[in-house]
């Protein structure tokens, strides 16, 4: 049992949470890309730790690549206008695509994303997200295939994910207390 940082109020998934959810969607994707060679690419940063266990419970070949990009506007919510920060080294063209996020908010950036790389002519693009976050009356503007845990409308920080570039390396997923955001 982790023991909890002081500025998380609650444990949304605990390590063995995430483990059993990273093991389902490694299943699902071995599956479906049994015979396909996907290029899975991670958007940095917030997805690195994602990815690194995903990539491990996919049991068929793969290739893997990675993408930084940079939502312009105020940095706290997606304009969904969105900077290449670092391309992919890899061509698609004809290659199956799995974009592998750590969490779907508005969507913005991930439909931004994936309408730029439909464009270099991919056979498919679809997407991986470890958590969607739940907006009442805020549908994401993208529909992953695979989604690892729906989470409330909160501050949700660890296993990747941050707030001013803490808590990424917390191993389990928590809710941040707003005294700490608030501040
Ligand atoms: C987060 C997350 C997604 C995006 C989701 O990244 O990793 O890329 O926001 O938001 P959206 O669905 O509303 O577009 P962030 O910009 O915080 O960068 P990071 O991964 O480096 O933490």
């Known amino acids: 049992m982790e023991t909890l940082h002081p500025d998380v109020q609650d444990i949304l ?96 950036t991930l439909s931004y994303l994936m309408r730029m790389l439909e464009n270099r002519g991919p056979a498919s693009v679809e997407v991986a997200a470890f958590l969607v976050k739940d907006v009442p009356g805020n549908a994401p503007a993208v529909k992953p295939r695979y989604v690892g845990a729906h989470v409330p409308d909160e501050f949700i920080v660890g296993y990747g994910l941050d707030f001013a570039e803490r808590y990424r390396n917390l191993s389990y997923i928590g809710i941040l207390k707003p005294e700490v955001y608030q501040k």
Not at 26 to 32: L, V
Not at 92 to 102: H, K, N, P, Q, S
Request: net charge negative; proline share 2%; with cysteine.
């Open 13 to 108: 998934l605990s390590e063995e949470d995430i483990r059993g959810i990273v093991a389902r969607m490694g299943a699902e994707i071995t599956k479906d890309y049994a015979d396909k060679n996907p290029l899975v690419v991670a958007v940095l940063r917030g997805a690195v730790v994602f990815m690194a266990d995903l990539m491990r419970a996919v049991d068929c070949p793969i290739g893997i690549d990675f993408m930084a990009v940079s939502s312009y506007g105020d940095g706290a919510k997606s304009s969904g206008v969105v900077r290449i920060v670092k391309d992919l080294d890899t061509k698609i063209e004809g290659r199956d695509v799995l974009i592998v996020e750590d969490i779907l908010d508005s969507g913005l």
